[in-house]
């Protein structure tokens, strides 16, 4: 029973609204009507919490030149007023445009299907920020009995994208705040997870930010921070300053943890790669004459 109302819901508004932006009434279900502007409401549990105003004026232009091209989905409240499911960002635009009144379809789902709904429909259509994204995912979990697999399949997403985004709840209050702020992005955040060390974490988040690292070059940053805290591998402090700061240059430029062992007379340089790309893009730094 769960499978199938999934199933049904899944065609989210595609079921209710053609694929054009033409107004027809296909049943009485999927009637349009048109409801003041005033009588409308955003729902506060959406999980979109910043609007980019830059986009919502050109939206709004869009709206005074051709109108609203898509209806909104809201819920009666009862008292002649409407919440808004899925189109806050017309409702927004229509506003800044100054519109009396927007196209609407009312909702016959019920409270929990109409929260399932607006999450899924709102993941899907709108350009979330990663935090918001990670964000709505732990509520359908929560809220909703998903499991990571069926939320991926459901969303159209991989098994491990879910996963790594849900990850990114794990980060400390001011990390989350800085991918919010798009100072660091999913990436860099989980270049940050993968160490348990949190004064190491502000070291990297402070490097990401002052070198402007990579996503590939804060993750070899990374790695081989985690190493030199292993009790086997040898202590920072008792390897020559001088190879140390050779050691950080060759990272930062190939973009993965090296090491040398030895001195300036004899030794090796040992740099690890951890997967076929890294292996292609150190092959292209070493040998940039190699035809592929």
């Not at 909104?72 to 499911?85: E, F, K």
């Not at 229509?94 to 009312?106: D, F, G, N, V």
Request: with cysteine; proline share 5%.
């Amino acid at each position: 029973m769960v499978k199938a109302k999934k199933q049904a819901l899944g065609r989210g508004l595609s079921a209710l609204m053609p694929d054009k932006p033409i107004f027809e009434e296909t049943s009485p279900q999927q009637k349009i009507v048109m409801l003041p502007i005033g009588k409308l409401q955003a729902d506060p549990d959406q999980p979109r919490q910043i609007f980019d105003e830059d986009k919502l004026s050109e939206l709004a232009e869009s709206i005074r030149q051709f109108g609203v091209m898509q209806p909104l989905l809201v819920t009666s409240l009862g008292d002649g007023s409407y919440r808004i499911i899925v189109g806050e960002r017309r409702f927004r635009a229509a506003q800044m445009a100054a519109l009396a009144e927007l196209p609407c379809i009312i909702s016959t789902y019920n409270e929990s299907e109409q929260a399932e709904v607006s999450l899924i429909e709102n993941i899907q259509r709108e350009n979330l920020t990663a935090m918001e994204e990670a964000a709505a995912y732990r509520r359908l979990i929560d809220n909703f009995g998903y499991t990571q697999e069926q939320l991926a399949e459901r969303l159209g997403k991989s098994r491990p994208y879910v996963a790594n985004t849900l990850r990114l709840l794990q980060l400390a209050p001011q990390y989350q705040k800085m991918v919010e702020d798009g100072r660091l992005s999913a990436g860099h955040a989980r270049a940050l997870l993968s160490l348990s060390d949190s004064r190491l974490q502000a070291r990297l988040a402070e490097e990401i930010c002052r070198r402007n690292l990579s996503v590939r070059q804060a993750e070899a940053l990374a790695k081989s921070w985690s190493e030199e805290k292993r009790p086997n591998q040898r202590k920072p402090l008792a390897h020559p300053a001088h190879l140390h700061d050779l050691e950080k240059r060759f990272t930062s430029t190939l973009g993965l943890p090296a090491r040398l062992q030895g001195d300036l007379q004899k030794g090796r340089l040992v740099i690890s790669y951890h997967s076929a790309d890294d292996l292609e893009n150190l092959i292209e730094k070493l040998l940039p004459e190699r035809k592929r």
